[in-house]
């Protein structure tokens, strides 16, 4: 889930819908010229070991590694960006660290953070719609009673 | 002991052209995408990221494709992939009671909080052929009722066209469906009728079988790594065989949901938890009768799985084989094979399975002659004894 919370910054909310965006998405945000960066760290494809609880709530326990692409930026401004995705796509990573160096020094009402904003609103609409397929599809059980 | 020969060159540098030839196949039909095995073999590449122990739908459809479908070679290529990348850290434990629900069925209770949803499920299908897949012509069985085994409701469905099957009803405007879903073993737990499921003191680190060999007896998050990395159908015949009375459990289905759940992890340079998207995963809660002991009053116990994609026959699988390996909590027997952890976790991996069964079609060629030899002289040592001895009784002796 990847809506605003109570226990969640803004720049873990936008980080979050960077994540999930697709290179297009992220490439329009950012428009045709690239700000001026320096790669820190290059964009590096690793695991992430991924852990769940027994029961759900229990013992942790290891479940598999997924794949995750980061990328460190700093802009020429000196802001420091990062970028941490599932997946493997180096070019995202570094167009979302640039991002994500970008959206720190934006108000909130600048037409960046509103772009993150609305492509949030079209993560949340997918996501909303994806639920009410599954909507369809709730059923009543009736229980037959033999020999009444 | 294994003597390895050399030479061959030749003969395996020709044996990659004909496989690369076999994989395609015919060259009059057009050639699959990784993109369309992704998107079309979904459940296939579920299984490859479970037993290659690697979440990544791309990497599974790319190892499906060179593995010409061969599940286990392509979970081969999975792990043999994962080796070469270095390790970021662990997630946050996922919170699958936060997961995005596709599907959430329960065989225990029928009106339970958020309701039953089938989502997509083969479960009520009729298992005929959809032509329609051949012959993209044809009208597809898969949508509404078949006319030939849904009676009435079937048979006054034939619409203009001929075509006897019935529309859902549905016109895609429903409600979406609770934010908050319960897990029903909690509300159970709610009565105190179910073993608690609570992290030990100080929740420590989970174990991993990947970096530590592993010791027995086998704790919990052992044992469950093992599994979620395990052969599908290995842990489907041991469940089997626990509900068939090798392991005396006839659990319930408590729950299975299928669903996407966000991944978090903190890196060190953060020192925040970041969002690094969703994953599908598909959870089974069983819930097992238990009569209680000397320190323990009757109550219900868990099993659980957990799998990558919609895998729910290896959800299910793992959650009664979990069960059937806690024998030894509640000072149950161990007679069965379902409830040896030993036996389970030495077997349950295809791929070190696949290794050691597959590498006697190699060349075994100085332990066979060794073995030749042998027997030669053992037959020519009892031929000269028995010349020797031509009134003994060489039956008894057999």
């Not at chain 2, 075509?163 to 469906?177: F, I, K, S, Y």
């Amino acid at each position: 889930m990847s809506a605003v919370t109570a226990d969640k910054t803004e720049r873990q909310h936008w980080m979050a819908v960077l994540a999930r965006a697709s290179r297009p998405d992220i490439a329009t945000l950012i428009g045709p010229s690239i700000p001026d960066h320096e790669v820190l760290k290059a964009p590096e494809t690793g695991t992430v070991m991924v852990e769940g609880r027994a029961g759900g709530a229990g013992r942790r326990f290891n479940l598999g590694e997924a794949t995750v692409t980061r990328c460190v930026v700093r802009l020429a401004d000196g802001m420091i960006g990062f970028s941490y995705a599932l997946g493997r796509d180096a070019g995202k990573a570094r167009l979302a660290a640039i991002l994500d160096a970008r959206l720190q020094r934006e108000e909130a009402t600048s037409p960046l953070r509103r772009a993150v904003d609305d492509l949030a609103a079209r993560q949340s609409a997918a996501r909303e719609l994806a639920s009410r397929k599954a909507a369809a599809t709730k059923v009543d059980f009736f229980t037959l009673v033999r020999g009444a | 002991m294994y003597v390895a020969v050399k030479g061959g060159e030749a003969a395996i540098l020709a044996t990659h052209e004909r496989v690369a030839e076999a994989r395609r196949g015919d060259a009059a039909v057009p050639e699959i995408s990784v993109a369309q095995i992704r998107e079309q073999q979904a459940l296939a590449c579920a299984r490859v990221m479970n037993e290659g122990s690697l979440y990544d739908a791309d990497l599974a459809a790319l190892a499906l494709k060179q593995a010409q479908g061969d599940v286990i070679e392509a979970a081969f290529l999975m792990r043999a992939y994962r080796t070469t990348l270095p390790r970021f850290g662990s997630s946050e434990p996922l919170d699958t009671a936060k997961m995005a629900i596709r599907r959430r069925v329960s065989a225990t209770y029928k009106d339970l909080p958020g309701g039953q949803v089938l989502g997509p499920t083969y479960d009520y299908t009729h298992r005929l052929f959809d032509f329609a897949l051949m012959d993209e012509g044809a009208p597809s069985v898969m949508v509404g009722p078949d006319p030939t085994t849904s009676g009435r409701e079937g048979a006054s469905g034939a619409n203009a066209s001929g075509v006897a099957r019935v529309e859902p009803e549905h016109d895609g405007l429903h409600a979406p469906l609770d934010a908050h879903m319960p897990r029903v073993p909690d509300i159970l737990g709610a009565e105190g009728l179910m073993e608690p499921e609570i992290a030990p003191e100080g929740d420590p680190r989970p174990f991993d079988l990947t970096r530590e060999p592993v010791s027995f007896p086998a704790d919990r998050d052992v044992r469950l790594q093992a599994m979620a990395r395990g052969d599908e159908g290995f842990l489907l015949g041991l469940g089997y065989s626990v509900q068939r009375g090798f392991g005396g459990n006839h659990p319930f289905v408590g729950e299975i949901r299928v669903g996407e759940v966000s991944v978090e992890f903190v890196p060190e340079e953060l020192g925040f938890a970041v969002d690094l998207g969703e994953i599908t995963l598909t959870e089974c809660q069983m819930v097992n009768q238990f009569a209680g002991s000397k320190d323990v009053p009757p109550q219900f116990t868990r099993g659980y799985g957990l799998a990558f994609g919609h895998s729910e026959r290896k959800a299910m699988s793992m959650s009664l084989v979990d069960r059937a390996l806690k024998a030894r909590e509640f000072g149950e027997a161990a007679e069965y094979p379902a409830q040896q952890d030993e036996f389970v976790l030495y077997h349950s991996d295809n791929v070190e399975a696949a290794g050691f069964v597959e590498h006697l079609k190699l060349p075994h060629y100085v332990d066979f002659q060794g073995e030749l030899e042998l027997i030669r002289r053992i037959r020519r040592e009892r031929e000269a004894r028995l010349a020797a001895e031509p009134e003994t009784l060489p039956e008894a002796a057999e």
